[in-house]
């Protein structure tokens, strides 16, 4: 037997209807998964572009990476070293590019502090180990140099001899320096 | 108007909400314990003109991870009390110490309420499985890890399972077997 012409209309509307709420929900947290971008720097005049970009990539103990460009020659790292055993751990952090025909010169030291008295924090460049900080004692600076036409990749190292069961905020500065400031 | 047809529309309601509201709580709850930051962009480009995203995959890969286990956790509890209602109704139904056993325990009210559970739990796995495509869709892309995807997907199958057993139970009681059947 043939329905209405109306009730025939509002059954296939209320499937319509069931069909959008089937689907909305998935295209909605389709819309919600997050992606990974670099942070929107503006493009302004004088400003050079960076040569310090941020390595990423995952780690058991380090999270949270963030390089923040605060202008042209100072670019700082940090990150969020999570509670942890004792031991060495170390990971790429961040690429030192030269695509200039001159050495380019670095400045790398720390303005923070470790909670844990016992660890130290350091950078390893070209398999050179460079303490930042060793307990509650900052090491001034280190100069690194990048030849040119090239890059070199610096890993953070950290060292604690005790198991550590808490997180502590760190960061390191990049500081491109050239030779009339050193 | 179809009774059918308004009935589903009522009941699908409330679980595509969760869905929606289980990934933004998730996401919430990822970015808040984590201490993650979230950075919102408005690219005008394909279907949706707001992107949310990190600086970091790792940050990217915790925060979607969490915030679609959480989702799927929402869906997976609710699927699960329609699951064990229908079962106990049907059982009742067909086995009197089963309903003997229920009054005993006061839960008398759970499945004699009048409402269609098999229809219910049939919308509820729909959204189940819904959530488990997305995850498993998500971990294709890199955006989930793999093992949570897994998972999910392994329990998004048995649940799948125990609904079709239950869809047969009651099968099976509407339209008995002949007992000679072998």
């Given at each position: 037997m043939n329905q209405p012409p109306i009730k025939a209309t509002l059954n296939s509307v209320t499937i319509l209807i069931i069909a959008f709420i089937a689907v909305m929900p998935f295209l909605t947290i389709i819309n919600l998964t997050p992606e990974t971008r670099q942070e929107f720097r503006p493009h302004v005049l004088g400003v050079q572009a960076q040569n310090v970009s941020l390595v990423d990539g995952q780690h058991e103990y380090i999270r949270n990476e963030k390089l923040d460009?605060?202008?042209?020659n100072l670019a700082i790292y940090s990150a969020v070293i999570t509670a942890r055993n004792s031991g060495t751990y170390s990971k790429p952090i961040v690429t030192l590019a030269n695509d200039s025909n001159t050495t380019k010169k670095y400045k790398v030291f720390t303005t923070g502090t470790l909670k844990s008295t016992t660890s130290k924090l350091g950078v390893i460049v070209n398999e050179t180990n460079y303490i930042l900080l060793s307990g509650e004692e900052n090491t001034p600076y280190h100069m690194i140099s990048v030849k040119p036409s090239s890059s070199v990749e610096v890993y953070l190292r950290i060292e604690n001899s005790f198991h550590i069961s808490y997180d502590e905020s760190i960061s390191i500065d990049f500081l491109e320096v050239s030779d009339q400031t050193q | 108007m179809s009774k059918l047809l308004l009935s589903i529309l009522k009941r699908a309601l409330l679980p595509a909400a969760l869905v929606i509201v289980g990934k933004a709580a998730g996401l919430y709850f990822a970015i808040k314990i984590f201490d993650l930051n979230l950075l919102v962009d408005n690219d005008i480009?394909?279907?949706?003109t707001t992107q949310f995203y990190f600086t970091s995959t790792a940050d990217t890969l915790l925060a979607n991870s969490i915030s679609n286990s959480f989702m799927f956790l929402i869906l997976l509890i609710g699927t699960l009390i329609f699951l064990i209602r229908a079962n106990l109704r049907i059982s009742a139904n067909s086995n009197s110490e089963t309903l003997v056993k229920i009054v005993k325990l006061n839960l008398l009210d759970w499945i004699t309420e009048k409402d269609n559970f098999l229809l219910n739990l049939g919308i509820w796995i729909f959204f189940l499985m819904g959530t488990g495509v997305t995850t498993l869709r998500d971990s294709l892309i890199n955006v989930n890890y793999d093992w949570a995807a897994f998972a999910t997907l392994g329990i998004t199958i048995v649940t799948l399972g125990f609904t079709v057993n239950t869809f047969e139970r009651k099968i099976n009681q509407v339209y008995p077997r002949d007992l000679n059947e072998t």
């Open positions: 460009i605060k202008d042209s | 480009h394909g279907i949706f």
